[in-house]
Each structure stands twice: as C-alpha cells, then as structure tokens.
C-alpha cells in the first residue's frame, strides 16, 4: 500500500541575477535581471507504507524542495501530492500532525530552554494525552539513553545528543511518516550509529521514512527503496539491489603481484585500471556483463603471477557519482 | 485547545526571555527609563507656554501613556513575530513553523516573547497612573474607553503583522518597523491638530488615531455612542493584517538545501 504519490511534481522559483563586485552592486539597485529557476522538474514517484526511502541527489538538485513540498512547507508550481490521503499544502494543518520531521540543519528545539521543555510544547501542540506523552517520552529517551541529558539548556548540548533529541520532539506525536533532511550530517560514528538503529527500531512498528542524506552509509543500511534526483528530474526510482546493478555487471578486482607486469593487462582482459599504487599493486574494474567473472580469473591466472586477490562489488560513491554525473 | 497551546509556548518564550537574566533585567530597566522620557518634549512644549490647542499637559500625558501602554501591550504579544519571521525567512528556516498543527501566525505569537516590551508597558502603566491622578477623567466612560482601547490593541496587532508579512517580500530589510513607526507616530498627537483630510485617513484607512486619541478622549469624558463606530475599521485593519500575513506564508520559497 502507498502512503505518498507524487505525480509531475514541479517547483519553480524566479530569482535575480547580479553581477560580482561594486559595479554590479550598484546596478542592482535599479535594474535586475529575472531567472526562473527549476528546482523540482515533474517528478512522480510513490512511497510504500512501512518503507524506509533514500531520497539521493547531489546538492542542489532538489531534493530538500522536494521533502519540504512533501512536509506542507512549500507550494508546488505544479503537479500533485497525496500524502496519507492528504493534500499535505492545502490540508496543512490535519496533515502535519501525522508527520513528522527531522532537518539536520534547522533545529525545532528552543536553545535556551532545556529539550524537555521543547518536548512539552509539542505535547500541547499536538494535544498529546498526558498519559501517552510519558510513556512515549521515557520509551523514547531509553532507546536513545538520553534522560539526564534532556534536562540541560539545548546549548550547552553536544551535535549529537541535541539531534538525538530532535529525533525525540519529531517522534513524540506518534508519526505515521518522517521526513528525514540530512539526519546524521556532522555526526561521530557512535552517534551515527545510535541513531541508525533508531530509526531501525522505529521502522520496525511500521512508520515510513523517507530520508535525504549525502552519507552512502545511511543509504546502505537503512533504505530498502531508492530514488535519485538531479537537475531537479528523478534519475532512478528502485531498490538498492538494483541500484547496484544501474551502471552495469562491474567489480573491482583488487591484486597483489609477486612480479611487476609486463603485459598491457587493460587490453589483454578487457578491463579498466583504476589505480596503480605500486609495480605489484593494482585496482582493476571489470564489466562481467560482457567478460564472466570466472573467464576473467582464469585469463588473470594465465598472463600474471599474483600473491592476493580481493574481488569487490563496485563501491557505493562510485555507483552515485556516475549517476550524478550522467 | 487554543489557551492550553498557548500557555504552554508562552511559558517557554518566558523562560527563553529570561535565560539571560542580567540582559532581561537591563533591557526591561532601559526600556522602561527610555519611555518615561517619552514625555519630555511634551513637558518642554507646556513649560515653554505653548501647547495643543484645546488640550491641557495632562490631558496630552494620559494620552500619550494610553499609547505607551498599548504599544508596550502589542509588544509583548506581537513584536516577536515581526523578528522570528524576519529571521526563519532569512535563514530558510520557517518551515519549522509550517511543520506544527496551528496557524503560522499564531504559533509565532505564542512562542515569541518579546521582553524589552515588557519596559514599555510598566513605563505606559507608570505614566497613566501619573495622567490618571491629574487629569479630569469620567469614571462612567470607563467602559467606552476600555473598547476602544481594545479596538487600538486591534490597530497594533494589524500594524504588527503587516510588518511581519512585509518581512516575506523584502528579506532581511531591519528597516521595515522604522517605516511603521513613522505612521504610528501620528497616533501620539491629538488628531484635531491635523487637518481634516489626515484625520479622515488616521480613523478609517490606517486608523492610528484609534491607538490613543478616541480611548483617551473618551476618558476625559468626550464620547458619544457614535464614537464607537471607529471601531470597525481597527477591526477590519486587524483582520487586513492577519489575511495578508496568511497569504504572504503562500510566498515562503525557503533556502538553498
């Protein structure tokens, strides 16, 4: 069943052009040229209930458009949403207490105050039940082991324990979807971590996310279902599995030799070098679509002499980065 | 459901407000000396011989304190979302506004407490309690003079949410309330020293003179039943405040993600 669709979703923005420097500056001031600007070019996509969906593009391609359209937070130029049976920018408010949202890069909590006072301003926002709001509260803080921490001013706080409770005021209402904008940007690993078996935990109990992030290791561990923006046109709308088929059968075979080559290897077995530190090192890549693997290891076997050999799937950045470059 | 949300965000703002103690208490003691020099050149007009025709010193100081108070009052209500809004358009953040369950406006209203107008409300009170004492004021237009006071605090809100929504189209301009204020400041003075047609424009288009000159008036005795028909425009001007507000959040294009 889908909780969202999205059919010819389109954003645009009309802009002003200036020029660098005291000349254009001073121009400005009485003429400036107006740019339209596509953000979001008829994208349609859906959403499954219970999923966990990367939304993936590189910056400025239009996926925080995108998810913010998707929140409630902007009109589209065109197109349509339905979220959860919602318009999500003309039935806003009915909407939103259904949603929640994590911004890595915009705070919802109040930085003078302790989070705990940020969180029962929620509870009266979204008319949360007292008797729910303490349970859902000292659940939530458990998994996150953050009780001492939620009674200190939100300044004093550390990147980490401040997003965990973020994560918390989103989550308090009991959210069917969460939109998650770069959740884990600036993290250490421990708090990259915590928070990814969160949301794990979380998702377990059937609560969709859809989630935009440049960390390829989010992608990898938490979404089933991807889809990726550029140029404000979606590029790719399928599983991980096959994303990782998109640019082709390709491995890396990563080899130690007992002797430096002597032979044109690329040429000889019709493959790619990709680095060469060494004489006796050396990454190739392989397309096995056109040359099966065990042809190429046997081919390898014949012409060279090697120690160690280490065969790779095509690693994630690689996959994105031609994708994004396309 | 309206009253429990809202005591709850005011009661954050509060405790926000005075996490800095010391620049609480001084902005709270500035304030509050600033506009009890409001006055002065009121009293530097009267010491001088000269004056506003048909308007005693007091009579003038009461209604100057009628307006310090209902700009102090607006302030603690509505100055924050003038400055939060300027700031989430800014900086692309006003999409944590949109994410809450309530009107934009309303959950900048109760989140944001502005303290530095709490100086100007204890200033106004001081000031009317000082007005009150001398000036020969009717207790029976009590009542008249409380509607139409409520009718000013109207004008103020629709003056503060005009500002807040003009943040929308002219990003970061701190200039916006300096231009307000210059059409406030005609709200200070007794309107019958203005000529017809700017009295016309003070009641019924932008009504500023509803802030201070017709609840002061009608204390000093000086209303008829027909007064309180100036009342309408402030209502409609409060309302023309909140409705552009709410169609300027349409405008919101955020910032680059």
Known sequence: MNVIEVSNLTKTYTTHKRGSGFGAAVKSLFVREKVEVCAVDDISFTVKKGSICGLLGPNGAGKSTTIKMLCGALYPTGGKINSLGFNPYADRKKYVRKIGAVFGQRSQLVWDIPPVDSFNMNRAIYAIPAADYKKRLSHLAALFEIQDVMQKPTRVLSLGERMKCEFIMAMLHNPEIVFLDEPTIGLDILAKTKIREFIREINAGGTTFILTTHDLEDVQQLAEHIIIINHGKKVFDDTLPRLQHYVGERKIIELKLNVPLTIDIGKELNARIIKQPSPVELTLEVDTASTPIGEFIAALSRKTNFADIAIKALPMEEIISQIYSE | ?257
Not at chain 2, 73 to 81: E, N, Q, R
Not at chain 2, 88 to 112: D, M, Q, S
């Open chain 2, 1 to 257: 459901m309206f009253f429990s949300i809202y005591k709850s965000c005011i009661n954050a703002a509060f405790a926000r407000a005075s996490a800095y103690r010391l620049n609480f208490l001084l902005s709270l003691v500035i304030t509050l000396g600033f506009n009890l020099l409001f006055p002065l050149v009121t009293v530097l007009i009267y010491s001088a011989g000269a004056g506003f025709p048909g308007w005693g010193f007091y009579e003038v100081l009461l209604m100057q304190a009628v307006f310090t108070l209902s700009n102090g009052l607006a302030g603690v209500v509505f100055s924050g979302v003038l400055w939060a809004t300027m700031q989430h358009v800014r900086e692309g953040t006003f999409e944590i506004v949109l994410l809450k369950p309530t009107g934009p406006l309303f959950f900048l209203i109760a989140t944001n407490f502005d303290e530095d107008s709490l100086g100007l409300l204890v200033g106004g009170g001081a000031l009317f309690a000082v007005a009150v004492v001398f000036a020969d004021v009717s207790v029976a237009a009590v009542p008249a003079f409380l509607v139409l006071f409520a009718a000013g605090f109207c004008v103020m809100a629709g003056v503060n949410m005009l500002m807040a929504a003009t943040s929308f189209k002219w990003v970061g301009n701190s200039r916006i309330p300096e231009i307000f204020d210059s059409l406030l400041n005609f709200g200070k003075y007794p309107l019958t020293i203005f000529p017809n047609a700017i009295r016309g424009l003070a009641t019924f288009v932008i009504p500023v003179g509803m802030i201070a000159f017709y609840p002061a008036n009608a204390l000093l005795g000086n209303w008829d039943w027909r007064t309180l028909f100036v009342v309408v425009p402030s209502i409609l001007f409060m309302l023309f405040g909140v409705r552009t507000y709410q169609k300027m959040v349409r405008a919101y294009e955020g910032v680059g993600g």
